[in-house]
């Protein structure tokens, strides 16, 4: 069965750091497009992060700097190392698998999420 | 700065059909189909309903189906059901480096 569970998460002061993982089974992670996809409280989603199977890596600008998508792929995992967290980044982190289509990337597998809260 | 702008909600009584609507306002969402829509419901995670515009993964209803036209992609439900109250989202191809959400649509059935 193709899965992936998030873990992590917790209470974090703001300007502090936190390791996200994603663990997938059932299909390699270092052979797809990977992304993070979050959502804060109340509101809408948010795509922060895509790791492409080549190894390219991409950053919405609001995490631009502070946050670092990588895989670590010998126990196929996907990880998000957030660093100089904000109360802005306070949300639900998901890990999305982006397959491709007729000729683009959508996200057809997506793990439960882990909750991140940022403050003092 | 490219956008997608969903309605904030719309309702249907069960039986009926609803349509969400999906507008770019970059010219890369015109010129390209891959557009495509995820349900979420309540604390839980978002669900792949539609892609690459009008196609449906294995398992979705084929009440649901989708649609484009210029710069605005659709999403339409027939058919209403209690269990289709949910969060509406989409998605499309901008550029190569990044990906966007729609600011999303409730769906409530009457």
């Known amino acids: 069965e193709v899965q992936l569970v998030e873990s992590g998460g917790g209470l974090v002061q703001p300007g502090g750091s936190l390791r996200l993982s994603c663990a997938a089974s059932g299909f390699t992670v270092s052979s797809n497009y990977m992304s993070w996809v979050r959502q804060a409280p109340g509101k809408g989603l948010e795509w922060v992060s895509v790791i492409y199977s080549g190894g390219n890596t991409y950053y919405a600008d609001s995490v631009k700097g502070r946050f670092t998508i990588s895989r670590h792929n010998s126990d196929n995992t996907l990880f998000l190392q957030m660093n100089s967290l904000r109360a802005e980044d306070t949300a639900v982190y998901y890990c999305a698998r982006e397959v491709f289509g007729s000729g683009w990337a959508y996200m057809d597998v997506w793990g439960k999420g882990t909750t991140v809260t940022v403050s003092s | ?110």
Not at chain 2, 71 to 86: C, V
């Open chain 2, 1 to 110: 700065q490219s956008a997608l702008t969903q309605p904030a909600s719309v309702s249907g009584s069960p039986g009926q059909s609803i349509t969400i609507s999906c507008t770019g306002t970059s010219s890369d969402f015109n010129g390209y189909n891959y557009v495509s829509w995820y349900q979420q419901h309540p604390g839980k995670a978002p669900k792949l309903m539609i892609y690459d515009v009008s196609n449906r993964p294995s398992g979705v209803s084929d009440r649901f189906s989708g649609s484009k036209s210029g710069n605005t992609a659709s999403l339409t439900i027939s058919g209403l059901q209690a269990e289709d109250e949910a969060d509406y989202y989409c998605t499309s191809y901008i550029s190569d480096s990044i990906r966007i959400f729609g600011g999303g649509t409730k769906l409530t059935v009457l």
